[in-house]
T-cell receptor, first 116, second 114 residues
Framework: GAVVSQHPSRVICKSGTSVKIECRSL??????MFWYRQFPKQSLMLMAT?????????EQGVEKDKFLINHASLTLSTLTVTSAHPEDSSFYIC????????????FGAGSRLTVL | GNSVTQMEGPVTLSEEAFLTINCTYT??????LFWYVQYPGEGLQLLLK?????DKGSNKGFEATYRKETTSFHLEKGSVQVSDSAVYFC?????????????FGQGTTLQVKP
């Protein structure tokens, strides 16, 4: 079946530094990838939709200059949290689909970011 | 707007008890409905889905029926196990012209005690 891998699974960084999280589709080509953020004991909030070779579409209220998303190939999307602050600490989850606009999503296991 | 509302948790049950987790939605058009499960420390896994009214999704003993008249997609299982302890998310997609975009409920934590 379809597998999506996220790396790193956990990362701790100092305030002011930037952190990159990778999302890879291991056995399929992902036309579209989605990035979600999950706060403790809360639901997932969609941050952005990423299509290969084009700019990501950000949801309202998400700072595109702070959360840089790159989808350079059909198997890799990256989320870079720039100048991270403690309030950026969260669980970031990506999902990917091989079919454009289809309801077939595979989720990664998530990346827990802690900013000190 | 489009939204999903789940019953608040945590839900605590004894093993072999009957489970219901309520989910209602508000959406324009005809969304697809999903239940996802998140085990401790892991990402989300699709549990079941239904793409049109009156469809019943089922998997691993869980089932849910897409009820358009009541805008509901309640999750049920006849006999829960300790291994079912997890957070369950109801979600919808297919609105705003983007069938890949999911809108999640707040999640319901299920604790099953032996």
């Amino acid at each position: 079946g379809a597998v999506v891998s996220q790396h790193p699974s956990r990362v701790i960084c100092k305030s002011g530094t930037s952190v990159k999280i990778e999302c890879r589709s291991l056995d399929f080509q992902a036309t579209t990838m989605f990035w979600y953020r999950q706060f403790p004991k809360q639901s997932l909030m969609l941050m952005a939709t990423s299509n290969e070779g084009s700019k990501a579409t950000y949801e309202q209220g998400v700072e595109k200059d702070k959360f840089l998303i790159n989808h350079a190939s059909l198997t890799l999307s990256t989320l870079t949290v720039t100048s991270a602050h403690p309030e950026d600490s969260s669980f970031y989850i990506c999902s990917a689909t091989r079919f454009s606009g289809a309801n077939v999503l595979t989720f990664g296991a998530g990346s827990r970011l802690t900013v000190l | 707007g489009n939204s999903v509302t789940q019953m608040e948790g945590p839900v605590t049950l004894s093993e072999e008890a009957f489970l219901t987790i309520n989910c209602t939605y508000t959406a324009t058009g005809y969304p697809s409905l999903f239940w996802y499960v998140q085990y401790p420390g892991e990402g989300l896994q699709l549990l079941l889905k239904a793409t049109k009214a009156d469809d019943k999704g089922s998997n691993k003993g869980f089932e849910a029926t897409y009820r358009k008249e009541t805008t509901s997609f309640h999750l049920e299982k006849g006999s829960v196990q300790v291994s079912d302890s997890a957070v369950y998310f109801c979600a919808l997609s297919g609105v705003d012209g983007n069938t890949g975009k999911l809108i999640f409920g707040q999640g319901t934590t299920l604790q099953v005690k032996p």
